[in-house]
């Protein structure tokens, strides 16, 4: 057996605190099918991605029944060798041996099986997920990620230039901007990721502006903050993200000198308007805006339109690469929200795209892997192939 020999460290109980803190970051996080979770369904109902909900939850529901089938298959505890692989002890509390299970349930959907034809797979045998070749040429819909600190200057002009040419005062809101961006600034209020502020109107430094960059030139919300940007300062243990192009090169390095190297690329779920990150009430006084009536809002989670949110997401994910970095070493690429796990054949990708799935949607349980938006097993031609599209699969 896996577990044969291996003791639980003999002080892993005496930090009280510690124990403390895992209890409540558990609670907080259940999934989205619980019905005490504090974050997520949250998170999941200000999803505007197009079918963005209904394709979680078709994930959701094929991932479910790879877990039942991996129950019933002769290799039911493979998923322990993952946590034996990370040193992460059984022990360590009650979700260990459950996380380990739906990172290999995630991972073994996309590795060769018998999933497809048991009584578990069959209904799902036609999904468009499963199909990585056919999605990557229907590219889901995606709203320009970039922060404030990085947008292109030309972004805001339509902007600036009303403001200068046309408006009284900071309220004089054009009315075809309010009808598009009131009802998206309401479903985020009603899920929780914005709330009222109560800071004064003259100390708010945001303001929602309509941008057409949807479909058809289509309105969608975005939150001026450039005001905010010369206030940021940086820890010392923050990295900002890497290029593509370093992370394109490692991985062909990689490639050249294995052969039979197989790649995973995970991207971590996010909605189009924020990251599943946390913002202390410290924080959020300078993501406050005003939107097209003058009300003041503020945001409970990391928006994207705030300056350098990119580097705050790349640091937390980071984060949850950094307690086995003894075991990845260099096999893991990070880019923002981009994982590109690289294996040096079939088998060694499975074990370790299931070990970063374990690493980086485990405890603290906050991060959630997009299958959608992600492609598990594949060879560096077929990267390069989708990098090619231009329509930013591996920006």
Sequence with gaps: MVLNGWNPPKDFR???????????DREKSRDAES????????WHAADFHPNGPERWQEAQMI????KEFIKTSKDSFKHLHTIRFLNVHPDRHRRVTGDALDARAMTLLFFPSSFLTSKHG????????????????DPPLRRPFASDAHKPRNFWDEFDTYWRTHAVDINDYP????????????????????????????????????????????RDLYIDLRLTQPDITFESHVRHPPSKHWLLT???????????????ALRLWSAPHFYPLMLGWDRRGMTTFTDGQGRGWEWLFVPKDMPFSETSLHTAARARLAPFQAQFVDRVL???????????????ALKMTTAVMFAVTGEPWRLEMDLWRSFINVDVEFLDWVDGMGVGWLD
């Design 63 to 66: 991932i479910s029944q790879m």
């Design 175 to 218: 009315q075809d901007w309010d009808i598009a961006i009131r009802p998206i600034i309401a479903r985020l209020y009603k899920a929780g990721v914005i709330g009222p502020t109560f800071t004064r109107e003259d100390h708010i430094p945001g303001k929602a502006m309509a941008v057409p960059t949807g479909p058809d030139g289509a």
């Design 35 to 42: 019905n005490h979770e504090a974050f997520k369904k949250g």
């Design 14 to 24: 005496a930090d009280v605190e510690a124990d403390f803190h895992i209890f409540c």
């Design 122 to 137: 069959l209904p799902h045998k036609d999904s468009l997920l499963l199909n990585q070749r056919a999605r990557a040429v």
């Design 250 to 264: 490692q991985l062909h390095t990689f490639a050249h000198s294995h052969p039979r190297a197989r790649f995973s």
């Design 334 to 348: 990070h880019m923002r929200d981009l994982f590109v796990v690289m294996g040096t054949d079939e088998e060694d």
